[in-house]
């Protein structure tokens, strides 16, 4: 497994940054600025520069450090090729199936529109990581802002094939609020009752619930298993195709 370097750096109210370092390389890069003061003082703080500036998508909350960063350090920015028009001074468009280099590190780059229509993913596979942004979060996923139940469905359908062992990174700390809601649609799964209550105590702690795993994420997030026979039974959905159950899910989220 090849080494990536990661740093979680919290901002606002609830997001997550990601500080990117390859030793092999010694490149550098920020997942999602937000807020570019802290990730000058950790920079500062590992006495590095900044290489690359990688968005998932357009939100305010994703981009608004991506001037000052830039200026600052001279970074290249890289984001999704959907919003071009809606993330000033891209030098890369990320495209699905165009591989991006990030140092020693090939990054597959999946297209995963729902939360906003040019969200993308980066997925580090060499490093076995993956930067879902908005789309997955730890028992959750993104509100649909700019895309259907349906869409939204076939891009965390995208993860299916990558290993459980996959260290997801996702940009909010919404985790005790998703656990909460979770366990009102599967209130049945042992394995989400036990995870809920070590949130429970994280939280407590003001610790991180991110980042998770994808293999954890199939045990326990209920926006990942619209086939479980037990939240179908839950919904009165027994019938339902794959979309409609994950619909519901998502508009009973939406009210919680």
């Known amino acids: 497994m090849a080494e990536l370097q990661v740093e979680r750096i919290p901002a606002l109210s609830d997001n997550y940054m990601f500080l990117l370092f390859d030793p092999v390389s010694g490149t550098s890069g920020i997942v999602d600025p937000a807020d570019a003061g802290p990730v000058i003082e950790a920079l500062e703080r590992h006495d590095r520069s900044l290489d690359w500036i990688l968005n998932t998508h357009h939100h305010a909350d994703h981009t608004a450090g991506n001037g000052d960063l830039m200026q600052r350090y001279g970074a290249r920015l890289a984001g999704p090729a959907g919003d071009h028009s809606r993330i000033a001074g891209m030098d890369i468009l990320l495209r699905e199936g165009e591989a991006f280099t ?8 999946l297209e995963t529109p729902g939360h906003t229509s040019g969200h993308v993913s980066l997925h580090f ?27 939204m469905w076939e891009s ?22 998703n656990a909460r809601f979770a366990l009102t649609v599967d ?70």
């Open 102 to 109: 990030f140092g020693s590190h090939k990054v597959d780059i």
């Open 156 to 177: 965390l359908s995208k993860y299916a094939a990558m290993p459980d062992e996959t260290i997801v990174w996702c940009g909010h700390e919404y985790t005790l609020a």
């Open 125 to 151: 596979a060499d490093a076995g990581m993956l930067f879902s942004g908005d789309t997955l979060f730890a028992l959750g996923c993104g509100r649909l802002f700019e895309g259907s139940p349906a869409q």
């Open 187 to 256: 209130p049945d799964n042992p394995a989400l009752r036990e995870r809920a209550r070590e949130i429970e105590a994280l939280r407590s702690r003001n610790e991180p619930t991110v980042p998770t795993t994808l293999g954890l994420e199939r045990r326990t997030n209920p926006f990942l298993r619209p086939d479980d026979p037990s939240i179908r039974r839950t919904l009165g959905l027994e019938r339902a195709d794959d979309i409609e159950v994950f619909a519901e899910i998502r508009r009973r989220k939406d009210s919680f």
